[in-house]
């Protein structure tokens, strides 16, 4: 072989190897490796995550490892996981930020580096990215406080219970909230105070509120670790059957409070969904198949009516259809 032409094939193979950081395990038949993040290991959604991610990838025959913060949603600490992860070269990263801002140079790293990243259930921008897979916050929160609205006849004093102010999902969240309110002028805000997504710090504020508040006629929350702590610092003071919570996520204490009469209502985006349809999609994309740029899940609301279809563990439930949500038909 010509030294010329010698150079140039090295110069290839070392080129494809720094762009597709899994060519030399997929050349050595190991199966490939996804680097799964998830906001915090406290969080039930978050756990239902995990499992539909891990199911995923024991179907698909590739290794899935979930990476997470030890500090719930901590943003200095999920910079240095994707850092370190870049150094590890996984063949592809399935990622949610803490912050959908702040965490935007660490994954134009990740682009530099050649590996491919689904992004889920937070959008972001600014980043190259295989799909983005979730569901429209705004609209999701909407429709819940409007139906909430209607069976109080539309009015009523109300508290919120923001989640993380950072996160693009509270925002939107909130931003849904508003809307429905601004829509039903019989409504009344007392409060709207942030939880930070996690139920103790939730249930302080509300049992706060509950001290400056004594008649609240319903409880909107941004998730439903929150709804739930707040159910029971409701059923503890005796007011349990007097105010109507609502929660987002569809957990599986949720639905076991709604199904006992201690929540009104969820709106169910299954965690366990939007993980195994990442992973899915990272997969689909190592193997050069088609996936669509966005994949985004309809909105499900979830009460005393229909709970019991809701009530299966992430670990019971079936996997979700890929061509159905690819397609647009979910």
């Given amino acids: 072989m010509e030294r010329r032409t010698f150079l140039k094939t090295a110069l290839a193979a070392t080129t494809s190897a720094m762009v597709m950081p899994g060519l030399a395990r997929a050349q050595a038949g190991k199966p490939a490796t996804i680097a799964f993040f998830v906001k915090n290991v406290t969080n039930p959604f978050w756990k239902a995550c995990r499992i539909g991610a891990e199911k995923a990838g024991k179907s698909l025959g590739v290794t899935v490892e979930t990476v997470a913060p030890t500090k719930p949603d901590n943003i200095e600490e999920q910079t240095r996981l994707v850092e370190d992860w870049i150094v590890k070269k ?4 399935v990622f949610v930020p803490v912050d959908y801002k702040a965490l935007v140079p660490s994954i134009q790293k990740v682009n530099a580096a050649g590996i491919p990243i689904v992004n889920y259930n937070n959008r972001m921008t600014g980043v190259d990215l295989v799909s983005y897979i979730g569901s429209d916050d705004e609209v999701m929160q909407y429709e819940l406080c409007k139906y909430l609205f209607k069976t109080m006849g539309g009015k009523g004093k109300i508290v919120h219970i923001d989640g993380v102010p950072a996160a693009i999902t509270a925002q939107n969240r909130k931003k849904g909230f ?16 942030p939880g930070n997504y996690r139920r103790l710090p939730a249930v302080q504020v509300f049992e706060n509120l509950m001290q400056r508040f004594p008649v609240i006629d319903a409880v909107v929350c941004a998730n439903d670790d929150m709804a ?14 007097k105010t109507r919570v609502t929660g987002i996520d569809g957990i ?17 985006f299954s965690g366990h ?4 349809l990442a992973v899915t999609a990272a ?10 740029k966005e994949m985004i899940l309809p909105v499900v609301i979830v009460d005393k009516g229909n709970v019991k279809g809701f009530m299966k563990t992430p670990e019971e439930r079936d996997p979700p259809d890929w061509n159905k949500y690819a397609a647009g038909r979910a």
């Fill in 90 to 93: 996984p063949d592809a990263f």
């Fill in 283 to 292: 997969v689909r994309k190592l193997r050069n198949q088609p996936v669509p």
């Fill in 178 to 193: 508003e809307r429905a309110v601004k829509e039903t002028p019989g409504i009344e805000v007392l409060a709207s105070q």
């Fill in 252 to 268: 599986p204490d949720a639905t076991a409070a709604i199904n006992a009469g201690k929540m009104f209502a969820t709106a169910d």
């Fill in 228 to 241: 739930v702590g707040v159910a029971e610092a409701l059923a503890s003071a005796g007011r349990g059957d």
């Fill in 273 to 276: 969904d939007q993980a195994h």
